[in-house]
């Protein structure tokens, strides 16, 4: 009975180590997940690395620099646009001294915020507003996103 229990327990012990070792560090290093505007989706997946975290909602990601513990606000957010609304954030800001235009995306600083904004479409015409925090590189938040048409 007592070589039992212990053949158990190791077997336990044993089960639980490699339902620990299961994850590896370039397995958790993207997040992945669904983005849909109306009849268009997009895959929007996130580098982690660095000890990046992200959430992602409804029509939305979130990514914290560092782990996202519920206290602090997130330092580049992704929120899918209507066409229509989409076109109103262009033509709003386009006067503003920071517009720039090139590489298929639009960047402002938004003059009520200091936020830096991103504004990007995809070749399925979805729309998205980047958002990232000031003081934050917005380049380097930017590189850690891509958006992916699916057809």
């Not at 070792?21 to 268009?40: F, I, K, M, Y």
């Not at 991103?118 to 380097?140: L, Q």
Request: hydrophobic share 40%.
């Amino acid at each position: 009975m007592k070589k039992m229990i212990i053949l158990i327990a190791v077997l336990v012990l044993a089960m639980m180590m490699a339902i620990a070792g299961c994850g590896t560090e370039e397995q958790a290093s993207t997040a992945t997940a669904r983005l849909t505007e109306g009849d268009h989706t997009t895959m929007a997946t996130v580098d982690l690395s660095g000890g990046w975290s992200v959430q992602f909602a409804t029509g939305a990601v979130y990514l914290y620099e560092g782990v996202n513990d519920g206290e602090v606000d997130c330092t580049a957010m992704v929120v899918t646009l209507e066409k229509k609304v989409y076109d109103e954030y262009v033509t709003g800001y386009k006067d503003e001294e920071s517009y720039k235009q090139s590489d298929g995306k639009i960047t402002y600083i938004d003059p009520d915020t200091s936020e830096t904004v991103f504004m990007v479409t995809t070749e399925n015409d979805m729309y998205y507003k980047v958002t990232v925090a000031e003081g934050v590189d917005a380049d380097a938040v930017l590189t850690r996103l891509t958006l992916e048409a699916e057809t």
